[in-house]
């Protein structure tokens, strides 16, 4: 995966969580368990999912105890240790999966990494990025790094990332005195301070994007497409990989 389609997505879901009643808000962390447990082919234990995850076991136990809460997962004891509760999707987490990679999918801007993308595809990216965690400073520094202008104020950063914005300026606060990013002490233009990347800001910020780099999105199944209608069919009349 490279940073525009991670930042696509991760900008997208967050618009979508705005709009969401704040009683049924869903971390991105938390979609994600949702796409994992979709593609399983059965239930997973919560020790799987923290291993997935790379969080710690009272994390995910608050994670998993909230997706249970709103009735998206159910979790029962483990058949061999009943310590380790296994989780496994519900039908109302399905069509919860389906509706919010529908939504995402859809705030993706025309133009953008994965604009194209079908609802279905999202999912996997979703499933996929699981794995690694950003906050909302990692955000900020990789929001930063994908600018064309390489400065962004921070009504700037609040379009580019789809948060809050005082999620945005205090984050972007903590980065300026953690020696992260600098900031203009004269707005330009009327926008207000422009915040840049320091050279430690950049260099975590790259170690980020090289994270990102790793993140594997499963391809989906192989299949056969018409030749009349795709014009992409081999000589024994089969198509190629979608």
Known sequence: MDLREYMSVRRAYNVVRQSVASSERLTFEEFAILCRLDASEG????????????ALRPTMTHRTNHLAGLGLIERAPGERDRRNVVCSISDLGRERVRELCGLTRAKIRSGRSLSRTSPERIEKYVDAMGSFFCNAGDLVLLGLLASEEGELTVMQLVDALGLLQPTV????????????????????????????????????????????????????P?????????????TDGTASEA
């Open 43 to 54: 239930p997973m234990n919560t020790s799987s999912i923290a291993e997935y995850q790379g």
């Open 169 to 220: 300026s205090m984050s972007v606060s903590s980065l300026v005195e953690d020696g992260m990013l600098a900031r203009d002490a004269i707005p330009r233009g009327g926008r207000g301070a422009a915040a840049t990347l320091t050279p430690e800001g950049y260099a975590v910020a790259r170690e980020l994007e090289d994270g990102i780099a790793r993140i594997v999105v499963r391809r989906g």
């Open 222 to 234: 192989r299949r056969a497409r018409r030749s009349a209608v795709e014009g992409d069919a081999g």
